[in-house]
């Protein structure tokens, strides 16, 4: 019996990717007309190299449709509110905006699933479809720089006490992903599984993100009662019976931070549920649109990106001739 491991479902959270493209490749690296093309390269060249190295059955880039959904701010007014600009869009450098749609033109003319919701942030799409995909009996791998996905880790159950969903940590860059799983939670977070690790997130909060967490409770703080109570609710129940293995000062903060602990554990926690559009997340067996990949590779002077993407899902190239576009 042949027991090596299935190919993954592969979870892109794109804004994340396209992100740290951006952060890490100069804006002087442009089209023939001088337009910034970093993140639009970075993307494609982390696309190619993700789909070359863990060789999934499928892919989605998913996305952000709402970067701050207006029920995560009714829950929690503090969420996000950092980054937002003057005009009430995301705060976001202003030659990154441009090539976001370029990067989803990329992905439409090549035949890459791309899926968004109203209302929902890319982590949300992303906790839907590795729900999904769980009850499918599929592995699923997801690609992020946000340790907040790190509540999928170990999810399902299906292949041993880890489960089957491999979050894939970026902060070390694409060629040195940190492989995030049930035991990796416990060893480094001194949690049990992602659960647990949604509840930590809650108590310690993230100024990234705009939550406050509970003043005084850090993140070993946070695991030690978690093990001690089992979970948020137990942490809680706790705090308003004395519970005497409580210091008093952290009994109080607990209690006085009641308000927030109500709302914060449905901001954290990524939907499983959320309305998706349909979408096909099967590689394409043919480049979907051959025209748009070439007044791409032209217009934006990335013939090399989309080639090295269309080499690693087995396409051919011929949309992207040097001949036709030139060699970049």
Not at 7 to 34: K, Q
Not at 258 to 273: E, H, N, Q, S, T
Not at 281 to 299: F, G, H, I, Q, Y
Request: aromatic share 4%; net charge negative; proline share 8%.
């Amino acid at each position: 019996m042949d027991r090596r491991p299935s190919p993954p479902l592969l979870l892109l959270d794109a804004a994340s990717m396209y992100f740290r493209a951006y952060h890490g490749i100069p804006d002087s690296v442009a089209a023939p007309d001088g337009t910034p093309v970093n993140a639009l390269r970075g993307f494609l060249d982390m696309t190619a190299r993700l789909v070359a190295d863990r060789r999934p059955s499928g892919l989605v880039a998913c996305w952000d449709d709402d970067w701050r959904p207006q029920w995560r701010v009714d829950a929690v007014p503090s969420y996000k509110a950092h980054r937002v600009a003057a005009d009430g869009a995301e705060d976001a450098p202003r030659t990154l905006g441009p090539q976001v749609p370029v990067i989803a033109e990329a992905l439409a003319a090549v035949g890459l699933a791309r899926v968004g919701a109203p209302g929902c942030e890319a982590d949300d799409v992303i906790g839907t479809l590795a729900t999904r995909a769980l009850a499918q009996g599929r592995r699923v791998e997801v690609v992020t720089g946000d340790r907040d996905l790190f509540q999928l880790a170990g999810s399902g159950g299906g292949a041993g006490d880890d489960g089957d969903v491999l979050v894939l940590y970026t902060s070390r860059g694409i060629r040195d992903l940190e492989v995030v799983d049930g035991a990796r939670l416990r060893e480094r977070y001194g949690v049990p599984d992602g659960d647990r690790y949604a509840d930590l997130a809650v108590l310690r909060g993230d100024p990234s993100d705009g939550l406050p967490g509970v003043p005084g409770i850090s993140e070993k703080t946070a695991a030690t009662l978690l093990e001690r109570f089992g979970d948020l609710a137990g942490v809680r129940e706790a705090a308003l019976a004395g519970a005497p293995s409580l210091r008093p000062a952290q009994r109080s903060r607990l209690v006085e931070a009641a308000d927030y602990l109500d709302a914060a554990p449905a901001v954290v926690r990524v939907l499983r549920d959320a309305e998706l559009p349909d979408h096909d997340d099967a590689l394409p067996p043919a480049v979907a649109d051959p025209d748009a990949v070439t007044r791409l590779a032209r217009r934006y002077g990335v013939a090399s990106s989309l080639r090295r993407l269309l080499v690693a899902l087995g396409l051919p190239t011929d949309a992207v001739r040097d001949e036709v576009v030139g060699r970049r």
